[in-house]
């Protein structure tokens, strides 16, 4: 079983930072894509930034230039450095993390419970 304990949300004046992080453990084979996500008040969830399981990274055009990602060697932790935070960037943002299925020859996703980030003055 896969778990994913993210840490880092709370409050922050617009023009401020937060750092995310998110934890992987449990047993499993491999990783593959690690990104974050982020779903808005009254609206869907969507993609913010993912290192993919060839290394590169991908971001959202709203937060580009701003978000940072990154992964340990061990690809055991995702982080996100958020600087210039905006109020649209308000959300609670999720984790997920693809572990290869040794079994079923498969990806399985997995998603972290969510933190909360507030950009408000």
């Known amino acids: 079983q896969v778990q994913l304990v993210e840490s880092g949300g709370g409050l922050v004046q617009p023009g401020g930072s937060l750092r995310l992080s998110c934890a992987i453990s449990?047993?499993?084979?491999?990783?593959?894509?690690m990104g974050w996500y982020r779903q808005p008040p009254g609206k869907q969830r969507e993609l913010v930034a993912v290192?993919?399981?060839?290394?590169?990274?991908i971001y959202a055009d709203s937060v580009k230039g701003r978000f940072t990602i990154s992964t340990d060697n061990a690809k055991i932790t995702v982080s996100l450095q958020m600087n210039s935070l905006e109020p649209e960037d308000t959300a609670v943002y999720y984790c997920?993390?693809?572990?290869?299925?040794?079994?079923?020859?498969?990806?399985?996703?997995?998603w972290g419970q969510g933190t909360q980030v507030t950009v408000s003055s």
């Open positions: 449990g047993s499993f084979f491999r990783v593959g894509d």
């Open positions: 997920k993390v693809q572990v290869w299925d040794l079994p079923n020859q498969s990806w399985l996703s997995y």
């Open positions: 290192v993919t399981n060839g290394d590169t990274t």
